[in-house]
């Protein structure tokens, strides 16, 4: 018998099972079946076995990936919590269409089971609602996902977003859906999430509300201004973050970028997401602004555009601030980007040379 048992009302793909029943469905799949369901057996089987511990992945967005251990007793916790934000008892009808070799994913099964959801799992392709004909009360998708997927959001009641930047345009065009969506805050570190935003309420149609904490979970700043997140029920040290924040209060901030991309230009600081979201309205493919070396500022702004040909006149960089406004504008071929597709500035900015100047 599992250390960790199965919640009596829990069913994956119309089916109830007791542990038992779920190892053997997981060692089936992992032989016969497509690759997101032998990932999905093999975290079933993880799951199940027990040891206290689950071994993850980071997403490597920011450095290179590095394989950390979770408590199985924090991922509980963290679904506990997730259950309890958004009111979703036993019974819940939910959605798995993430990739379970990452946290988000593996959270989506620790939920349905420790909860006891009719979980139903799908391809986790860019437009996962393609095929789907019946109506959930959750889901969970990247922000590529809901993109492809917003003529389809009336089978959704509530969704969350993460993984990914929420960009301005993408919030815009999800303001009339009937599902309500919520931007998440969170790590692999975390056990996913540990703050969320409603994007599309009403009330903050002209304002953009700050994240708030789940229960038990309170925020600092550090030094440097980042984000420092005490969260006891499922990390057991406080977590530093390298997120500057505009700290509200001990449950409310609103995330400003990462320390790690700010751009010091002739002493101003510059945050590069910031000014990106500014920006989001005019430019309809992928794009980041960085820096490069200046001799008199020490660093200058740059805008790279993923694409073979861009029209830089149509820029209006009027909506910026005063020392917002990119020295030089790049087109580039393609992005450099993790397994799981996130951007990696780092990365993509250092691989410039094939880069042509606008």
């Not at 001990?250 to 320390?259: H, M, N, S, T």
């Not at 702004?301 to 917002?324: H, M, Q, T």
């Amino acid at each position: 018998m599992s250390k960790y048992p199965v919640h009596p009302e829990f069913q994956l793909n119309g089916t109830s099972y007791k542990a038992s029943g779920l190892r053997d469905f997981a060692q089936e799949i992992q032989k016969t079946g497509e690759l997101y369901e032998q990932e999905l057996g093999e975290f079933i089987l993880d799951w199940l076995n027990d040891k206290d511990y689950v071994l993850v992945n980071t997403s490597g967005s920011t450095g290179a990936p590095k394989s950390i251990k979770l408590l199985k007793k924090h991922m509980i916790n963290s679904a506990k919590a997730t259950g309890k934000r958004f009111k979703l008892e036993a019974g819940t009808t939910a959605l798995h269409c993430l990739p379970t070799r990452f946290i988000a994913g593996k959270l989506m099964l620790v939920r349905a089971v420790i909860l006891g959801w009719k979980l139903d799992v799908v391809p986790p392709k860019s437009n996962p609602l393609d095929q789907v004909l019946k109506r959930y009360d959750f889901s969970a998708m990247t922000p590529f996902q809901l993109d492809n997927s917003i003529a389809r959001m009336h089978l959704l009641a509530k969704l969350i977003v993460g993984g990914g930047p929420f960009s301005q345009t993408l919030k815009e065009l999800v303001q009339d859906c009937p599902t309500k969506i919520y931007e998440t805050y969170g790590m692999t570190e975390t056990v996913t999430h540990i703050a969320v935003r409603r994007v599309n309420s009403k009330k903050n149609r002209e304002t953009e509300p700050p994240f708030k904490t789940l229960s038990k979970v309170t925020v600092s700043k550090d030094e440097r201004g980042c984000l420092v997140i005490k969260a006891p029920k499922v990390a057991t040290d406080p977590i530093v973050t390298n997120d500057l924040v505009d700290l509200i209060s001990y449950k409310k901030f609103q995330w400003l970028g990462r320390i790690d991309n700010v751009v010091n230009s002739g002493g101003i600081k510059l945050y590069p997401e910031s000014i990106e979201k500014k920006l989001a309205h005019q430019i309809d493919v992928p794009f980041i602004i960085g820096a490069e070396q200046d001799d008199a500022l020490g660093e200058r702004l740059i805008l790279v555009i993923e694409c073979d040909s861009f029209d830089a006149s149509r820029l209006n960089f009027e909506v910026l601030g005063k020392y917002e406004t990119p020295k030089r504008i790049f087109c580039t071929p393609k992005f450099v980007r993790t397994h799981n597709g996130k951007v990696k500035r780092g990365a993509t900015l250092k691989s410039l040379t094939a880069a042509e100047e606008i």
